[in-house]
């Protein structure tokens, strides 16, 4: 019921942590353009955890097989699945913490849901899922980028208290990002907030943190008045990732303490179209795009699991003592950056399929 | 295409601001449940404009008539139609704004989608299109609370830089928040937004404001793992209002710079189910309800349309001053507050009925 | 659930017999086509009772009111609400029945699905409710015909043991069709037919038939593999009508009798595209359109609802003699002529719509 | 844009002929069902061609591997993905016929549709695309059967002129089908389709059938008014399957030519329930199901590829002959039966999960 994202250019994903593998089928794709299984690997190693010291150690190679829906390095048409195989098939770590749903996470309300989990309790619910997302998404920013020169790029904003400086909107790139394991393009920041994931994994905490976007050179028109508002369908993207708790459009939050007249955003000729000096709007206004940087913010809560004692109840309401084994991962926003990015972009190209229809 | 919302339980909305009339079709409702349109009244009366003083003072009768779908008061289990007719089909004083698009509304946007708009400018981006949402989402809050006791309540948490202090999330009800104009239920609070609001309104201005949620005896279970989570489809509902630019749920954006030993929520046994002792999960955990109260906050923008001279361009890029005539509600929180309640209610009501697919 | 139909160009109907009044929601029409209410009624008039001798001598006007998505005669883009008041909101004639489910009617089935049901019985399964489809399809035929030439046909070709002569289907018309009461454009077989339905009148009883449609014009590469193929389509928008039983392209049953040899349509060259000198395919190839005319036949069973008395059970299961009152229409195949034509546009304009995505 | 089938028990196939594999992601499956592979495999051996002397004699083992959904034999409730890797995935005979579109083939259309197809041609259009369907729906019968007793059967019951004679509806069963290869329970007819189709291999040609399905033991109720009448929907389903031409249900096309007074089904009491005694209706009033068996037929082409030398045209108009290679099915029925089995099972599955909504 909840595994299928998108109208056009739709995505359904599967897999667990445990089961042989977690993989997405893509329909929608446009025929003739060039794909390889290479151009989906980028994101999905940009996503993996252990690709810095402030990630799990967890080795998980994670290859995509491209199963069908190309052929000779061209896309068909047709629905695109591909595949990642779980190394490990065997729940082990997990097994210990059955009887005791952990705080904040997915165990206890997966139980009442399905009445049935996966050994590994978070189950769908888990990191491991958005392997098909990213893999998916890696498809649909190849096909912005190269169809309508549509650039996306997210970064960590936030970790614990320390905020990035502000960044530049219309310059900021992939390489910048990737230039620190925390993907903070403000070094001061970064170097702030690896040092508080440090802290973290030491207190056998972990600790929460924000993820900024922007898509820049988006076309003027796309997202549906009403419902599927470009702001809604990112609103409703960002809110499916794990632990996510809040999301943000240009002026978000901040806005709701302004004035209109200092929050309009005048309009101004900009080459043959109209722009605005400001940009509160994030790029949409009454939920369309207007030519504008589109820019959010989506806040993670720190990850539940945990390596400290926590005092909590068992199924039964038994007073007990969770205590997780296994290495975790004390802060998701530095491989959230990949997901964040994907997701957008799946969101972005559903649009322009559905406004290419208007003719 | 995006005129419709929720799977099961799902509405259909149409209508712009000076066409007949505005309205929906609500599909999904259960058979048998008692209906008439004095149900779905009480909730547009509680949306429509100047029923303070604080509101414009247009007056909008807004009677609905059920269309279908019922018979000597009971629904039949099919469509049920709603209408509300438009008192004035001309548009009159948005004429002369034609030619110059407002900043931060929906005319430029309008333009670049459809290559037309509806003279009114907001077309179906304008606050009156959410007439359809109330009235459908009136008929899901009655279902809710007859068949489930569920309780949905949603107050006006901030105006400009005016916050209301905590609210009890387990005791706040509707009418404790219709004591006042403004809708807020800490009293002190109330004077200083309203008086806000009467200041914007001299200065021929605007202000933004906060709206708060809180649905209390959800069952444990509601909410599709991955996509649809229940704060995704929240996020997407209250993110499809007009002017709104952030969503947060539980913790929200200041969990974002908390350590998961804070954050985390311990269980503890609550009669016959568990509960938490906390609550930064905001009632949601894996995207799937807890049984403890789901509690969510929505920025609204202030509204772009304001009596000030505002300096802009005109379609043609040419430099003009742009001043709306007519009379524009300074501030939109106190009347989005049935909006956010009904947008909610559909949400759950929709969840609700998948989940008992489940058997 | 059951009352949208299409994805991009999409139809969401409301209304029993007796009700308020009946209508549809369509959603995606493309913006800046010309469309008043009179473009509607003339397919609302040509499915009208009464039209002719042959029909119930209910009098029913059926003016359409467009409630939205329209200005100064052109579409918005936006959604187009309908609305077709009942005349008579008190049911009459059926109450009496009410104890005993009509035999091969929709009385016991909708009291085993919802337990309630409309007082007329028939409730969303009468054919009243068509008048939503055949409005929203008016509109989709207009947009076909201007857009892109295509041309939808249908006509009565068997009522009873009575079959029409080939027809040309290059050539045959709407004026052609409407030259006879009965709608059959083969004369010989007209008067056949109308004998057929007078004595079915005056036995109190009632007969069958058969509409073949046919669609000139279409591109070829409409309809989606898979689940969506042209075919599949049609046979579910044909199926999803009131006492249809059976649906038939090209060669249809007869086809499965053949030899591949026969059967296949060599392809020739017409023009600056390729075409077949034979169309036991029926216009369609592996689910896609091929360019040539693509023709069906749809079986419409005698309706339920006659004169005679029948034995049967109540609903306790007593044996019961029924005995409808009122008059009823003793065969629907010359009014499901613009029913049939308004559903095949709407599968059209849906896959029109689909395809133009892929630009 | 066409791959998945379904709102709740939802499907979603993906594969061609020659790419690594086929497959299927099932969402909606109930959770704590017991389910493995050799549950899925019963009905992918059936549909597998070469198990008999009329099929082609290509080897396709196709054993199905679950990738997801499921832990020690039981269903989570999350997506099952399930796929079936390509023996071969080099395109051979296929090649040479790659400038010449095969008459009544989806070549043609697939180029129209895509500018690009696969090598194979038939691309998702082909036989080899069912296997996702099957698996799918084998997964749906199970569901249905252990948690509701519904049995679903078909056979072949006409191959070119020969018909089976009456089959009694009540008691066929899957091992009389399977009695005789070519799967029909009537043993003289058995003889002669068997013949046929024999006839028609040996003159490279190929030739059409009918299959027919029953289901019983539904309960009242089932089916969506108006789009989705479970008539509709199978008949949506059935249509999707390749080289199908026809569908009818109950008394069909033959039910167009009678009276109301003979086709209409008198109500007679069966225990403690209504039911009827003649069921010209097939099991469905108004679209809904009634509880007496459910059946229909489904007309199969002749397939488009044979031996024998066709005169057509190239891709660009000129003349040209052609002479498919390779050993191809001359008839398609006997395969067919579990595939119409196991897409009716996706219907019903659909049905019964939205009518458990209604609680």
Redesign the interface.
Known sequence: ?????G??F?I?????S??????V?V??V???MPLTADDVQIQLDRRRPGGNKLGTERNEADRV???????NG?T??????M?VRNKDQRPGDYGSMSAI?R????D???R????????SG????SAR?TIGRVAAGAIAEKFLKEEYGIEIVAWVS?V??HLSADIDMLTINRELVDETAIRCPDPVAAELMSAEIVA?RE?Q??????VSCVCRNL???????????L??????????L?A??????????A???????V???????KGDR?G?TTN???G????????EPVYF?T????????G?E????D?D?NDAILKAKGRHDPCVVPRAVPIVETMTALVIADLI???????
């Not at 806040?299 to 945990?306: D, L, M, Q, S, Y």
């Not at 926590?310 to 109840?313: A, F, K, L, N, R």
Request: glycine letters at 18%; charged letters at 15%.
């Open positions: 019921m909840s595994s299928s994202f109208r056009f739709r359904s994903t599967f897999g667990e445990h089961c042989p593998g977690v993989g089928v329909d929608g446009p025929p003739r097989e491209i199963l069908s829906g190309t052929e061209l068909l048409g047709t629905p695109i699945g595949l749903p705080p904040s996470h997915a206890y309300t997966y009442a849901k399905y009445g049935i989990h996966a050994s978070g189950g769908r619910s899922e936030g614990g208290p973290a207190a905490d972990s600790v929460g943190g924000v076309p003027a028109g796309l997202g549906e008045p009403v419902f599927d508002r702001e809604a369908l990112l609103a409703h993207a960002m809110l499916s794990p996510t708790k809040g999301f943000e459009i240009g002026s978000g939050f806005g709701a303490t302004m004035r209109g007249s929050h309009n955003d005048p309009f101004v000729k109209l605005t509160f709007s994030g949409v206004q009454g939920g369309i795009s207007n030519g913010r806040a993670f809560k720190p990850p539940a699991t945990i400290q926590q005092p909590t109840v199924y309401g399929m559905i406004q290419r229809m208007r003719g």
